[in-house]
């Protein structure tokens, strides 16, 4: 059987997997997410046996440091495989909740009822703890998942795979509701976003060049996220003390994630007090600074920013940072140069705080508060599949509630059209 | 200046007014639908003459009676027109609505609110009326319109934008949130469909080709209405009298919609009671009826239904007629022919019911209801936009609410990620 009809049967069957999945009642799914919790447990030492195969492979292959640090499953990494399932089980089922009702004029109960959206296509990379995360999600609000891993995590994800569905069965639910896609070939993520007869959303995880590589040739909805490119804006009615609490952790806490802070506007009546002492404490850091014209002036030594530098996601222990003229100013640079990621305002202003909320288009928009809680748990929905920088169905940090859809339900009497 | 350039240019200008719009009040935007109300109403002959000229064109080049009956605007449309505008003025601004909020335990307060998605691209055929419902329901919505009408529309189009942009400036709102596309070249569809930089999301709405054209050649995400292959399931507990008047109703009404019923499936136990009486009404009224051979053995005589009449969408008087052993082959053939828009069940008992609204998957199931009431106004939204059959974002009917998407505010006083 070649790699396009592996995949369209794997397809098709999780088309059907999803329609079993959909009536499943709370209670069978959470005890699914037990059973899966146990066996991982369970059969801990050989997880970590067949990780170990993957480890060897990816190093003999010459993968950078950071790369096999994300491979390798670990007493930790498991641990935290285990407590994530946990969790997934205590968050409520989206599925069949009301979110509204009403009566027509003619006697109609139209209601709104919420549904899972069917089969989901998941690609990430390298982190097999990944695997467990998404199929958890995808159980847990009624979807079927077809599971894309990076290549050099295969035998990892097969291994979870089989434990995975174990579990399934044990707990009476169909098992192909989640699939490893079991092949390490690049051709397997194109192929799968072309079954647009069976898929209906695509979720990437990953760098750059894989989401382009989705969103381009995918023939299913991507929900997809590029870059995160944050500000965090001083103003001049800012608190100090907690803007430079803010904006160091925004920007130190950890510079390689999306929430990062990747450059600093400050009003220019605050600069004078705010900036040398922050960009002391930055440097202590180990922060880089590419610095505009006007802040050189107040800190001199500093780097010039570049054109290129407004634009970048540095993720990374850089910062640029500029000094504006006013409110609006942080503004249409954030219109021009943001992603509609995050974006963080801080102020004791009012109608500033009111304005800015307003106004800002991003997915995440704080007064008074780090970027970097952008993010599905720290925001209070419990998980987390991803952060969509686009606008169509969700935008910002995905759920469980993101994972669904409602469909319109009416109660009638005989009612006709007339 | 090219067609390539002169899009690009519209969409830009279309993005640039997004970001005004979305702050409008809701007093301005419904004092600028009311501008566009009086607009229309005193320049009524003029829209009527150049509406004229559009009919003369098309009839010379022999477009068939019902195009030139879409075509063609007169009094009465004009008036429905109008009563439009003020019927979305009357409706509640989505905007800003904050569907949600909570408090962390480090003290966030985190909420989502409402907001515009930006710039839609609306392309659709025939009817110079869809060109003010289109731009109203965007404008209510926050968003900038681009608008690609069918070609032989062009004059009747552009002296409308010319009408509806009048209103806007005199409402002080930005008059490039609501532009024709003033091209009568089918290419112009294709370079729209290319501006992903600048357009949020297309709605096609028209015939099967153009949705396909559409679906398949965008770069931008589209809410595509495919096939409304409804059924309407007469169960053995139904009360016959109101099954017949629903089915009726589906079928007969109005043929050519895409909520029309295009196979009625019956339980075996009713069939001897209903099917004659049901068969004879519907050839009265000049239905033909496309029968499988159990049915057949009752009503003697019938067409014999073929393999390509149950995933067929006959938007005809035509029906295709199915005796099933009991509810369970209903869900089957629904899950297999349907078309995951309309499905509606007639029944009197309760667990059926309930049972046929949880495991029919469709944007609107309805109980002893007619199929034709998947439907914006009937439904109760107050207008539509079209009706999306895939799943994500809004699955169903769409109105204002689905012409939005949420952002998440976070209000903090000083809260940093540990």
Redesign the interface.
């Known amino acids: 059987m070649d790699l396009i009809e592996m995949i369209q049967a794997m397809a098709r069957d999780a088309k059907l997997s999803a329609?079993l999945l959909?009536?499943a009642r709370r209670g069978e799914k959470d005890t699914a997410l037990g059973f899966m919790a146990e066996n991982i447990l369970a059969r801990k030492e050989e997880i970590i046996k067949t990780n170990a195969k993957d480890v060897t492979l990816a190093r003999e292959k010459g993968l950078n440091p950071a790369m096999i640090d994300r491979l390798t499953l670990h007493e930790k990494t498991i641990t935290s495989m285990v407590a994530g399932l946990r969790q997934v089980a205590v968050l409520p089922d989206p599925v069949g909740e009301l979110t509204g009702m009403?009566k027509?004029p003619n006697g109609?109960k139209?209601g709104r009822v919420r549904?899972p959206?069917?089969v989901i296509g998941f690609i990430y990379e390298s982190r097999p703890n990944v695997t467990v995360d998404g199929a958890a999600l995808c159980l847990k609000s009624g979807n079927a998942v077809l599971l894309k891993g990076g290549s050099e995590a295969i035998n990892s994800n097969l291994i979870l795979e089989e434990i995975l569905t174990e579990a399934m069965k044990k707990a009476n639910l169909p098992e192909k509701s989640i699939q490893v896609i079991p092949s390490t070939k690049h051709e397997a993520v194109g192929i799968l976003l072309g079954m647009d007869d069976y898929v209906?959303?695509i979720i990437p995880r990953g760098g750059e060049s894989l989401i382009s590589f989705v969103a381009?040739n995918s023939?299913i909805?991507v929900?997809k996220h590029f870059k995160g490119v944050c500000h965090v804006y001083v103003d001049e009615c800012a608190?100090l003390e907690?803007a430079r609490?803010?904006c160091?952790?925004?920007k130190v806490?950890r510079p390689g994630v999306c929430n990062a802070m990747e450059t600093m506007l400050v009003h220019k009546k605050v600069a004078p007090s705010f900036l040398p002492g922050m960009i002391e404490s930055f440097k202590e850091a180990g922060v880089e600074i590419r610095a505009c014209e006007n802040s050189l002036r107040l800190v001199p030594g500093l780097l010039l920013a570049k054109d290129s530098d407004w634009p970048a996601e540095f993720l990374d222990l850089i910062l640029a940072v500029k000094i504006v003229e006013d409110m609006d100013e942080a503004l249409d640079h954030i219109?021009r140069y943001g992603s509609n990621h995050t974006e963080a305002i801080v102020t004791n202003d009012y109608e500033r705080s009111q304005e800015f909320?307003?106004?800002v288009?991003?997915?995440?928009?704080?007064?008074?508060?780090?970027t970097?809680?952008?993010d599905g748990f720290?925001?209070?929905l419990g998980a987390e599949i991803g952060i969509n920088t686009?606008?169509?169905?969700?935008?910002?940090?995905m759920s469980l509630e993101e994972l669904t859809?409602?469909?319109?339900?009416?109660?009638?009497?005989?009612?006709?059209?007339?």
């Open positions: 329609r959909r009536g009403w027509r109609l139209v549904i959206l069917g209906d959303m381009e023939k909805p929900l608190d907690m609490k803010i160091f952790n925004a806490q219109d909320l307003e106004r288009d991003a997915s995440v928009v704080l007064v008074n508060a780090s970097r809680f952008n720290e925001l209070g686009s606008k169509l169905h969700a935008y910002g940090p859809t409602t469909k319109f339900i009416v109660f009638g009497s005989g009612q006709v059209r007339t």
